[in-house]
């Protein structure tokens, strides 16, 4: 057994080889395929002119065709795949000249909700500041509630003040009445 208790890998088992008829009989097919399809490309242009100059004019659409093949390099496989994906999107390069700068910009989901809040926020205090939002009315309750405490005291603190006074003025007549005797 090898290392580590493991069972062999791959590389033991029979191998295939390909046959030196079967891969004649695979470039002669290749080969005829070729055939068939030239034979069809120039069965199709077959038409009115000289078939060279058709040719020139396939060749300078082709040319075209490549610079566009240029500017969109394909790597790996996609060269020799063509596959149509609906969900990729193609970011094509806008020019100076397309572009909408004074258009109004879409915002962003975090921008909209940060100025909603904002102007709710602003909302609030209108009404808070009117006195119409449940807070603002327990705090008007509250200051009125500590207005009359307040007058109460200071009603009490003048009926003391007078009580005092009334009582020393009281007290000097006596002590005068007093002396006069």
Do not use: F
């Amino acid at each position: 057994m090898p290392k580590g208790g493991r069972k062999g890998g791959h590389k033991g088992r029979a191998r295939q080889y390909t046959s030196p008829e079967e891969i004649d009989a695979q470039l002669q097919a290749e080969k005829q395929k070729a055939r068939e399809e030239e034979e069809q490309e120039e069965g199709g242009d077959g038409a009115i002119g000289d078939p060279k100059k058709e040719k020139k004019s396939l060749d300078s659409d082709e040319s075209d065709e490549d610079d566009d093949d240029y500017q969109q390099k394909r790597k790996g496989v996609e060269g020799l795949i063509d596959i149509e994906n609906p969900n990729r999107v193609v970011q094509a390069a806008k020019k100076v000249t397309q572009l909408d700068l004074d258009g109004p910009k879409e915002l962003s989901r975090r921008e909209r909700e940060e100025i909603e809040k904002q102007k709710a926020k602003e909302r609030y205090m209108k009404m808070h500041l009117a006195g119409k939002t449940e807070q603002a009315k327990a705090d008007l309750a509250r200051l009125a509630i500590i207005r009359k405490q307040r007058e109460e005291a200071a009603k009490k603190k003048e009926e003391e003040r007078k009580a005092k006074d009334d009582a020393s003025v009281a007290g000097k007549r006596l002590q005068s009445l007093a002396l006069n005797k």
